[in-house]
């Protein structure tokens, strides 16, 4: 059986070079063709000797999601569903990972890249406002599956990268709930000599996993993190996010409090603003206590209309929200949803194979 090379670490190539009898110093060769050049032919790998790239291509193989369809968005994001767990020609046997539909959304925008990846293929959380959840957890992604998003997502639009890549961990799953294989693939997105990307460049967004929150704390490279908070109240966020109830509010924003940020480091909170539910001036208020002593910022996303039972807010109560917390010193921006028509938007990412609007967000 040949071996999967995507989402392997340098060290890990080392070792699988060195079992085939080949010199150590053809590990970081392989590495950076497959990361930093995006060569997933082992034929093209040019600065391999002719005889090496022949017995790669027997004994290994990289395996990107493939393509399953494309939905364009009139704002120019494109929604990609993706299949993993099958390599192309391959019969599904019962040895290997599970076949599983996932989503990624690329986002163009003023000189730079946004890509939102998923790291499990369904979910477990069981947010009340996100389609996601109505999936499951199907499985978690290996670290090749998160990092092949980012690969086939920047070859697909080859032609046309601006020369910022940013890349959220903000689709399908809990990241920190698959944390060593998520970690892994930051690993390797962090690495200069791997596809090279800026901590601040890539942000992780987390439904609120203390354990994981305390467990990223400690990791020496590692990733910004986005806290998805959606509440004001341990009342309200019971109701919305049952995780709440596990990691309250307390102890949520205590492992915020404790997790050393570095300098100029920042929290992002995440807050879906629902119309009538979580969105009145007493809302904002107790938002800004919250996070009174948290190097943070809000940002606010209007719920977007879709299939479950919730409405948008008014323009007003978006602008008194963020007046409020901005005038309590808290910084607030508005985001809205971008690939809405495609059901890209944040939280919509539920293998939908049509083409028209649903929303959900993290
Ligand atoms: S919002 Fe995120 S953590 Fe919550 S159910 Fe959806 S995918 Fe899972």
């Known amino acids: 059986m040949p071996v999967e090379l995507l989402g392997k670490s340098a060290e890990e190539l080392r070792d699988f070079v060195v079992s085939l009898g080949e010199k150590p ?52 994001s494109i929604r990609y569903l993706l299949s993993i767990g099958v390599s192309p020609g391959e019969s599904t046997g019962n040895d290997g990972p599970k076949p599983a539909q996932i989503e990624a959304v690329f986002m163009p925008r003023d000189g730079r890249q946004t890509i939102c990846i998923s790291t499990q293929a369904g979910c477990a959380v069981d947010c009340h406002f996100c389609l996601t959840a109505q999936l499951g957890l199907i499985r978690n992604l290996s670290a090749g599956e998160i990092v092949g998003q980012v690969l086939v997502a920047l070859e697909e639009n080859r032609d046309a990268l ?43 967004s987390t439904s ?28 309200q966020r019971d109701a919305l996010m049952p995780i709440n109830r596990k990691y309250p509010l307390e102890a949520l924003l205590d492992a915020c ?4 940020l570095k300098p100029r480091e920042y929290f992002t909170f995440e807050y879906v603003l629902l119309g009538g539910v979580n969105d009145t ?20 996303i209007p719920w977007n209309p879709g299939n479950l039972p919730y409405r948008a807010p008014s323009a007003e109560s978006i602008e008194k929200f963020q007046d409020i917390l901005v005038e309590k010193g808290v910084p ?18 539920a293998s939908i194979e049509m083409a028209s609007p649903i929303v959900t967000q993290r």
Request: charged share 25%; with cysteine.
């Open 257 to 260: 409090k404790k997790y050393p």
């Open 25 to 76: 110093y053809r590990a970081p060769q392989i590495y950076h063709a497959i990361y930093a050049e995006r060569r997933f032919d082992f034929a093209l790998m040019t600065n391999l000797p002719a005889a090496l790239r022949a017995r790669l291509a027997e004994e290994a193989r990289i395996t990107l999601p493939r393509v399953v369809r494309r939905f364009p968005s009139v704002d120019g």
């Open 281 to 300: 001036p007493e809302d904002a208020r107790r938002v800004a206590r919250l996070l009174a002593h948290i190097r943070a910022k809000v940002n606010l």
């Open 208 to 235: 609120g996993i203390v354990p994981g929150i305390e467990r990223l704390g400690r990791e020496k490279i590692r990733p910004s993190l986005a806290i998805s908070l959606n509440a004001s109240s341990d009342e």
């Open 332 to 349: 607030a921006f508005i985001r809205y949803s971008r690939g809405q028509d495609v059901f890209a938007a944040c939280g919509q990412l």
């Open 162 to 204: 601006a020369p910022q890549t940013n890349v959220v961990l903000m689709g399908q799953g809990e990241p920190l709930l698959n944390y060593d294989a998520t970690l892994a693939a930051v690993r390797i997105l962090l690495d200069p000599k791997g596809i090279g990307l800026g901590p601040r460049h890539v942000t992780l």
